[in-house]
């Protein structure tokens, strides 16, 4: 096993070793193999934006096979999907790609500023399909984050006794933070403390502004002249923390965007000792051939060949 891989798996001391064994799964897997990184394709838009939103603009995503086998052909490190999606696929792909069974999701039907996502699955369901992990989201400053920080103590547990390892999207968003305030360096450092101490794995946050938020916090990065000018800067302390780089931190690629805008972000990510990338609508919603293409020059940039 490679050095990287090792070296990771030792940050997570009290897992069992299922768990660690479906770490290094996710590690040990794709075209970033033994590289310590990762490029994970995320398909939860359909639940979360609904259908037209997110397959439209390339209508194959439809079909939930469409997006196993981009993952397999891009060479990602896993796929991850809420429950009607990986039950479509996970036995036809059965062994070919490390799968996240999404546990939680949320709909914009009813849309609100404090948002409490629905549980969708369980973790018995993430054995029946033979997933690596199960991913949970959580809203920090929601009015409703007591609940779902305590229904995803309680996933976490399950999960992490049967073996599977603990990915979990945390996305600042509620009634007391303003919409500047959901990216800002002081809330998205926060939310990747929230997720590490409530036991994941794996943290996916959104890339944070140089923005900060919260008057008190402010002060703090003024008086210790913590460094958030460039994004490399920023990426450098959402990982710092997370337990000071030990535990894994992606970062999400959000709305369809220019490419040479995500491959300089992933540039960023790379420099600020991040993680890697899970990047969903930016993948999916473009032709095939030119979504494998995509990812794999967002791998070569983690791989360092491309600079």
Same mark, same amino acid.
């Given at each position: 096993?490679?050095?990287?891989?090792?070296?990771?798996?030792?940050?997570?001391?009290?897992?069992?070793?299922?768990?660690?064994?479906? !770490?290094?799964?996710?590690?040990?897997?794709?075209?970033?193999?033994?590289?310590? %990184?990762?490029?994970?394709?995320?398909?939860?838009?359909?639940? *979360?934006?609904?259908?037209?939103?997110?397959?439209?603009?390339?209508?194959?995503?439809?079909?939930?096979?469409?997006?196993?086998?981009?993952?397999?052909?891009?060479?990602?490190?896993?796929?991850?999907?809420?429950?009607?999606?990986? /039950?479509?696929?996970?036995?036809q792909y059965?062994?070919?790609?490390?799968?996240?069974?999404?546990?939680?999701?949320?709909?914009?039907?009813?849309?609100?500023?404090?948002?409490?996502?629905?549980?969708?699955?369980?973790?018995?369901?993430?054995?029946? #399909?033979?997933?690596? =992990?199960?991913?949970?989201?959580?809203?920090? +400053?929601?009015?409703?984050?007591?609940?779902?920080?305590?229904?995803?103590?309680?996933?976490? *547990?399950?999960?992490?006794?049967? +073996?599977?390892?603990?990915?979990?999207? $945390?996305?600042?968003?509620?009634?007391?933070?303003?919409? *500047?305030?959901?990216?800002?360096?002081?809330?998205?450092?926060?939310?990747?403390?929230i997720a590490?101490?409530?036991?994941?794995?794996?943290?996916?946050?959104?890339?944070?502004?140089?923005? #900060?938020?919260q008057a008190?916090?402010?002060?703090?990065?003024? $008086?210790?002249?913590?460094?958030?000018?460039?994004?490399?800067?920023?990426?450098?302390?959402?990982?710092?923390?997370?337990?000071?780089?030990?535990?894994?931190?992606?970062?999400?690629?959000?709305? %369809?965007?220019?490419?040479?805008?995500?491959? /300089?972000?992933?540039? =960023?990510?790379?420099? +600020?000792?991040?993680?890697?990338?899970?990047?969903?609508?930016?993948?999916?919603?473009?032709?095939?051939?030119?979504?494998?293409?995509?990812?794999?020059?967002?791998?070569? !940039?983690?791989? +360092?060949?491309?600079?």
């Amino acid at each position: 096993m490679a050095d990287h891989v090792q070296e990771i798996l030792s940050y997570y001391t009290s897992d069992n070793a299922g768990t660690k064994t479906n !770490i290094a799964r996710l590690l040990n897997s794709g075209k970033l193999a033994g590289t310590g %990184k990762l490029v994970i394709l995320p398909v939860d838009q359909g639940f *979360e934006h609904g259908p037209a939103r997110s397959f439209a603009p390339n209508p194959p995503g439809y079909n939930p096979l469409y997006h196993f086998q981009l993952a397999i052909d891009a060479g990602c490190n896993a796929y991850a999907a809420p429950l009607g999606f990986l /039950e479509a696929g996970a036995s036809q792909y059965a062994g070919q790609i490390p799968l996240i069974l999404k546990l939680n999701n949320h709909d914009v039907l009813h849309d609100d500023k404090d948002p409490l996502p629905s549980v969708t699955g369980s973790v018995k369901d993430a054995l029946r #399909l033979g997933c690596a =992990a199960v991913g949970f989201t959580i809203y920090p +400053g929601s009015a409703h984050c007591n609940a779902m920080y305590e229904q995803l103590r309680a996933i976490a *547990e399950d999960a992490k006794d049967s +073996g599977l390892a603990v990915v979990v999207w $945390s996305y600042p968003r509620g009634s007391a933070i303003s919409k *500047e305030g959901e990216t800002a360096m002081d809330v998205v450092a926060y939310a990747a403390q929230i997720a590490a101490q409530l036991g994941a794995h794996v943290i996916k946050v959104k890339l944070p502004s140089a923005h #900060l938020e919260q008057a008190a916090a402010k002060k703090v990065y003024d $008086s210790s002249q913590i460094a958030i000018q460039t994004l490399a800067d920023r990426v450098r302390h959402v990982v710092q923390s997370a337990f000071d780089g030990r535990r894994i931190v992606i970062f999400s690629g959000g709305a %369809k965007s220019e490419d040479k805008n995500v491959f /300089e972000e992933a540039r =960023a990510i790379r420099s +600020g000792g991040g993680f890697g990338s899970i990047i969903g609508r930016n993948s999916f919603q473009r032709p095939k051939s030119e979504a494998v293409k995509f990812l794999q020059t967002i791998m070569g !940039i983690y791989a +360092g060949e491309i600079q």
